[in-house]
């Protein structure tokens, strides 16, 4: 394994310990290499309403700057139901239950495989 798909995963991996932690709910992580020339994960979570949104994404933030790594761009409110944290290798979906049915990243990207 590569030493960036190595520092990629562990990222994605303290990433969704944080937010099972914050109580989001249905956390999945894509692996879209094969399928997305834009990032290679999106980890996708719910959150059960705005102040939940806002705190699950600070908290993801927070919990990845002692890796030091910083969202290269953050996009959405948590009042649009949808926010975004775009880290280049990895994206990370924060969505409210109805943002998230109506979009269906899963439904999307299924042909990528999930990770564990």
């Known amino acids: 394994m590569s030493k960036k798909k190595n520092k990629t995963l562990l990222a994605i ?3 969704k310990a944080i937010l ?6 249905n ?9 997305s020339t834009v990032t290679d994960y999106y980890l996708v ?15 993801c933030v927070d919990a990845l700057i002692p890796q030091d790594l910083k969202p290269y761009r953050q ?3 948590p009042e649009s139901a949808w926010l ?8 990370v979906h924060v969505f409210d239950q109805r943002a998230r049915e109506h979009y269906a990243l899963e439904t999307l990207w ?3 495989p999930r990770v564990s």
Do not use: M, P, W
């Open 13 to 15: 991996q303290e990433a």
């Open 20 to 25: 099972d932690d914050k109580k989001a709910e």
């Open 27 to 35: 956390i999945v992580v894509l692996d879209v290499r094969n399928l």
């Open 45 to 59: 979570c719910t959150g059960n309403n705005s102040r939940h949104l806002k705190a699950l994404a600070d908290a």
């Open 75 to 77: 996009s959405g409110t």
């Open 84 to 91: 975004v944290l775009d880290y280049l290798d990895f994206v």
């Open 110 to 112: 299924k042909d990528a």
